[in-house]
């Protein structure tokens, strides 16, 4: 990582490492990304500085969202998936049940 910093100090780009114990990304509709110990470069370049962010992340529904059971069995069932992943789906996709198929079939094939 040294010599990539000092090659691209040349070029007037900066690399910072960001030591970061959580980061949370929270999205118009509600929905968090949420990062537990991620690997994050801040970088800057001509006066602009943008953070690269890498690791696993979970992500949180808005206030009070919680997929009923009806649906979390509906999705399952359509989808070919367990329950557990069926609720993470509707979860990520904000309770709607066909976005939340339609990923879950493409995802699986």
């Known amino acids: 990582m040294r010599d990539l910093k000092k090659a691209l100090k040349g070029?007037?780009?900066d690399l910072?490492?960001?030591?970061a114990e959580?980061?949370?990304i929270k999205?118009?509709?509600g929905r968090k990304y949420?990062?537990?110990n991620p690997s994050v470069?801040?970088?800057r370049v001509q006066?602009?500085?943008?953070?690269q962010i890498v690791g696993k992340y979970e992500i949180e529904s808005p206030e009070g969202y919680s997929p009923s059971d009806e649906d979390v069995k509906l999705v399952a069932s359509q989808a070919g998936v367990s329950e557990e992943e069926a609720?993470?789906?509707l979860i990520e996709k904000n309770g709607d049940l066909a976005e939340a198929i339609n990923y879950l079939l493409q995802k699986g094939g």
């Open 11 to 13: 070029m007037n780009i």
């Open 16 to 19: 910072q490492e960001v030591d």
């Open 22 to 24: 959580t980061v949370m």
């Open 27 to 29: 999205l118009r509709d």
């Open 34 to 36: 949420v990062f537990s």
């Open 41 to 43: 470069i801040l970088t």
């Open 47 to 51: 006066g602009q500085e943008t953070f």
């Open 87 to 89: 609720r993470r789906a």
